[in-house]
């Protein structure tokens, strides 16, 4: 039985006012893309709808000294035209270019796509190689969760129900500048990602210094390829070497049978995509 | 459960109605009158209840009719009443034959705007990515990115 009310909120005080007294029944709204087929498919029927799509002081890009902050309103064609993005995180503008399509990026925002926390998450996989921090407020307080944190499982995520995200940051570095983002879909529009994979290297005299490297759609979660990445630092950095870690991937992810791939064509495809994107990042 | 009220202006009339919680924007827009608007999918797969929301494009079986409140909608046919562009395109998706029956049409123009609106050139693939979440089972495309391709050449000459 559908149960919803609606409440409108116009500024980041009162969202997290009506969080703090709806708790459980929370259920919030920006871009609505998700959670519009959750309505229609009964996924969720008892819910207080907080429509936040309106939070302007949430949609945002800046550049700090160290870091870069996007705010959680922020919408994937924002993404895809902001010129911080494409020089401190490129993996995540290629991500918002190949998201879903054209109409849908107008009202996706990244916070909604990592709260929603769908394995398949197109700008989930690249936050993770970019080592971002999800900083998460409510009436109690602000926290900083790691995004290595921030993934639980399917529709899962760290965040309280109380809890608003209103911050999403990403460290400047070379790895980060340096990233890059592959996805594999069953078409190029409108696809649900089989496999997609983000990765980001820096480089020291030839040597691996730091190598970030992770995966959408092959675990319960985005993974990181903790194997990968321990067997490329401190190492010369040669298309052989990126031939032979890329393989150890299948160490880092454990993919299931569904509509769009087997577990086993998954395995052996993100192995290939790894060894591109390593390439691709490391310019070799 | 209960009703909120809403005011809409939709194709430059304001309408003001009682609409349930998880109302979608798509059929606030039908029982309101507006056909033209398409329920096709209603999960955001097929783009033909495309509208134009405060500026930008959307899918509006995907959007709460209750987050449309204040806000300002228009169709493909009310844009046809006001918008050279939206005109220009309706003209040439006739005189290219864009149009078999006529379901995706209505979302495809507003697709074809955007794509213009935002500097897009004529270009057959950039056309191909900017239609792409707008399907159509009858004309296999061509027809349909011809007229835009059409329209976009016009437009930036």
């Known amino acids: 039985m559908k149960n919803f009310s609606f409440v409108n909120v116009e500024n980041k005080a009162d969202a997290l006012e009506v969080l703090h007294r709806e708790k459980e029944k929370s259920c919030l709204v920006a871009g609505a893309t998700n959670v519009m ?4 498919y009964e996924k969720i029927n008892d819910k207080t709808l907080i429509n936040i799509r309106n939070l302007q002081e949430l949609r945002f890009i800046r550049e700090e000294e160290d870091k870069i902050e996007i705010g959680p309103l922020t919408t994937i064609y924002d993404l895809e035209n902001s010129e911080i993005i494409e020089k401190y995180a490129p993996a995540l503008r290629e991500a918002a270019q190949d998201f879903a399509d054209p109409t849908t990026r107008n009202s996706a925002t990244i916070g909604g796509n990592i709260a929603n926390a769908s394995p398949a998450a197109d700008t989930a996989t690249p936050l993770l190689a970019l080592n971002a ?11 900083k969760i790691p995004i290595q944190e921030f993934f639980l499982g399917v529709n899962k995520t760290a965040l309280q129900c109380d809890e ?9 570095n070379a790895a980060n500048s340096n990233s890059c983002f592959i996805k594999l879909g069953l078409r190029n529009a409108m696809a649900i990602s089989v496999v997609s994979v983000a990765a980001g290297v820096e480089l020291a005299e030839g040597k691996v210094a730091h190598a ?6 092959v675990a319960p979660t985005p993974v990181r390829a903790k194997t990968v990445e321990a067997a490329l630092v401190g190492k010369e950095f040669t ?6 870690t890329a393989k150890l991937v299948t ?25 591109r994107a390593l390439k691709k990042s490391g310019k070799i | 459960m209960s009703e909120i009220n809403i005011t809409v202006t939709v194709n430059g009339t304001k309408i003001n109605a009682n609409v349930k919680p998880e109302m979608n924007l798509l059929k606030f827009l039908r029982s309101q009158g507006f056909y033209d608007v398409k329920c096709g999918c209603e999960m955001g797969d097929c783009g033909t209840c495309t509208v134009i929301f405060n500026g930008s494009s959307v899918k509006s079986c995907i959007t709460l009719a209750a987050q449309a409140d204040g806000g300002t909608v228009w169709t493909n046919k009310g844009l046809g009443e006001v918008d050279e562009l939206t005109q220009k395109l309706q003209k040439a998706f006739v005189e290219h ?15 074809g705007k955007a794509y213009i609106e935002k500097g897009g050139k004529p270009d057959r693939n950039e056309i191909k990515k900017a239609i792409s979440g707008n399907l159509c089972r009858c004309t296999g495309y061509k027809k349909i990115v011809d007229a835009i391709y059409d329209v976009a050449e016009q437009m930036s000459k």
């Open chain 1, 37 to 40: 087929p959750f309505i229609r």
């Open chain 1, 212 to 217: 970030n490297v992770a995966l959408g759609s």
């Open chain 1, 133 to 143: 921090v999800v900083v998460a407020e409510s009436k109690s307080g602000v926290r």
């Open chain 1, 251 to 275: 160490e880092d992810i454990s993919p299931i049978d569904d509509v769009r791939a087997s577990g086993e064509y998954r395995k052996t495809v993100a192995a290939v995509l790894v060894k």
């Open chain 1, 164 to 172: 608003l995200i209103t911050v999403i940051e990403v460290p400047k």
């Open chain 1, 239 to 244: 298309p052989g070497l990126v031939e032979e």
């Open chain 2, 97 to 111: 034959g864009s149009i078999q029956c006529g379901f995706c049409t209505p979302g495809m123009i507003i697709a």
